[in-house]
């Protein structure tokens, strides 16, 4: 089985969301995003940086061991 983990790294926190889909996990980050920029009363494009989020995206195997985001 596979899943899909998005992510993004801001200067002071990491931020990461899971989904059956590529499409669901990014949307529920971009979801967190939001909320953080709220509660830290931020702007509403604050993690976007020259037009760019540097959202990633990956594609996870379950049961399966990985070093630094990649099988071995």
């Known amino acids: 089985m596979k899943i899909y983990r998005a992510y ?3 200067r002071n926190f990491s931020f ?3 989904s059956k889909s590529e499409t669901i996990a990014r949307a529920k980050l971009l979801e967190g995003l939001h909320k953080h920029g709220e509660q830290y009363k931020l702007d509403p494009d604050w993690y976007l940086y020259d037009g760019r989020d540097d959202i ?3 594609e996870i195997d379950l049961d399966t061991f ?3 985001r990649d099988t071995i």
């Open 8 to 10: 993004y790294d801001s």
């Open 56 to 58: 990633y995206t990956q």
């Open 66 to 68: 990985y070093r630094d």
């Open 16 to 18: 990461e969301a899971y």
